[in-house]
């Protein structure tokens, strides 16, 4: 709409997600709402930027404004809202730095978020001001930030009494590396007596905008100590030597450390991501090596590259999860049946043992009847209905392992009379 004067009203978009982020909008047990909301909130934002970036850019620095005082009161110790909210920041945070707003629609967005954060009680927040920089989005103004924010950093680490802290340290990093100051930035993490890999990565970050890797590394490494996260650093050492070509030193150093995933299987995919020149079979194999004790844990990595045998070999060393074999069992039954036996039988073991999470007697029966198809199948049913038969009705004294036999004898009374020891009674 153009008004008289010329002007053009600014465009507005009616959004759900603020009624939802009230102020004190969830008590201390809504952990599980909250982080709905946010995926909610993150999935209303998107949509709108695919056709209003600006608009969208908007409704983030709006959202983040209203975080802190709706979610204040919410238990947030089983790290679960944490996670939601680094999730969501990392989703949203680009669309702020992406947008192409004038200088005082930016100037406003910035204040708003500074307040945001000197408001927020549990930083979590941290994510906006490890990216001030870019969310300045200029370099006069990341300059500007920079001069602002120096003098109250330096104070804080100059100063001999502990325990100072300045919640806008990284702001005030970030923007020094986005203007291209690095050697400001280098003398002034020089400063921090304590070193901090946080802090300590935008260093590695100049020190690679000014063409020094080796310098970088060096740089990273001597960032380890107590409460330092390796992984994190690990990572950063790794991609250095990757992006100089020496894939075989980031392997042997790095690599296998590196690797971040939410299970085993997920850890052997990010290797061979990155290192795709390297067989996997071996990835799995020095992976294996780092986490003596655990083999079994590797069976499902092992089935997804085919190497049933060497699959079967892992989960006869250590245990694992007794469902996850007992699916390998039916999934492989008709393709694989000799692995669908060892897998069965190998559930059979484990659970006998004690083994598994949440286990039923329907877990139990699942296992003996999945071996036995496969035993049907291979012809050999005597001999594994005599193998689960010594299996069940071994003597062993000992507390938890007697319950849990006791536990599988039990469960399958009803499918085989023998397995019953002699004092239970009959089906």
């Not at 690990?234 to 042997?252: N, V």
Request: glycine fraction near 8%.
């Amino acid at each position: 709409m153009v008004f008289g004067d010329g002007m053009t009203k600014p465009a507005t978009h009616k959004w759900i997600f603020p009624a939802r982020f009230r102020t004190g909008a969830y008590g201390w047990n809504s952990s599980r709402l909250a982080c709905q909301r946010l995926r909610e909130a993150v999935s209303e934002i998107k949509k709108v930027a695919k056709k209003q970036p600006d608009i969208a850019a908007e409704g983030v620095v709006r959202l983040i404004e209203k975080l802190w005082p709706a979610l204040e009161h919410v238990d947030s110790s089983s790290g679960a809202l944490g996670s939601a909210v680094n999730k969501t920041l990392d989703g949203l945070i680009p669309l702020i730095v992406k947008a192409k707003a004038d200088a005082k629609t930016r100037n406003k967005w910035l204040e708003r978020l500074w307040q945001a954060m000197e408001d927020d009680g549990v930083d979590y927040l941290g994510p906006v001001g490890d990216r001030w920089g870019e969310i300045c989005g200029s370099l006069e103004t990341a300059n500007q930030w920079a001069e602002e924010l120096m003098p109250t950093l330096r104070s804080c680490w100059t100063n001999p009494n502990p325990g100072n802290y300045f919640h806008g340290t990284t702001a005030c990093l970030s923007c020094l590396l986005v203007a291209g100051r690095y050697q400001e930035l280098l003398d002034l993490l020089a400063l921090d007596r304590k070193p901090f890999w946080h802090y300590r990565r935008y260093g590695v970050e100049a020190l690679l905008a000014m063409g020094k890797k080796s310098e970088a590394l060096k740089y990273a490494e001597a960032s380890r100590g107590l409460n330092q996260p390796d992984s994190a650093i690990d990572q950063a050492c790794e991609e250095i030597l990757i992006s100089s070509g020496l894939h075989d030193e980031a392997y042997r150093r790095y690599g296998l450390r590196a690797a971040q995933g939410n299970s085993y299987l997920a850890r052997f995919r990010a290797v061979a991501k990155r290192y795709p020149m390297m067989a996997p079979a071996d990835i799995l194999a020095d992976l294996i090596k780092t986490t003596p004790g655990d083999e079994g844990k590797w069976f499902a990595t092992a089935k997804d590259l085919q190497l049933y045998e060497f699959a079967l070999q892992l989960v006869d060393q250590s245990p694992c999860e007794p469902k996850t074999l007992t699916r390998a069992a039916r999934d492989f039954l008709e393709s694989e049946p000799e692995f669908a036996l060892g897998a069965g039988l190998a559930a059979l073991r484990w659970l006998n043992e004690g083994w598994g999470y949440e286990v039923t007697s329907v877990d139990v029966i699942e296992a003996h009847d999945r071996a036995m198809d496969a035993a049907n199948r291979l012809n050999k049913a005597d001999d594994v209905v005599e193998w689960i038969r010594q299996l069940v009705r071994a003597n062993d004294n000992s507390g938890a392992q007697h319950a849990a036999r006791q536990f599988v004898r039990t469960a399958l009374q009803g499918r085989v009379r023998d397995y019953a020891d002699d004092n239970s009674p009959a089906p």
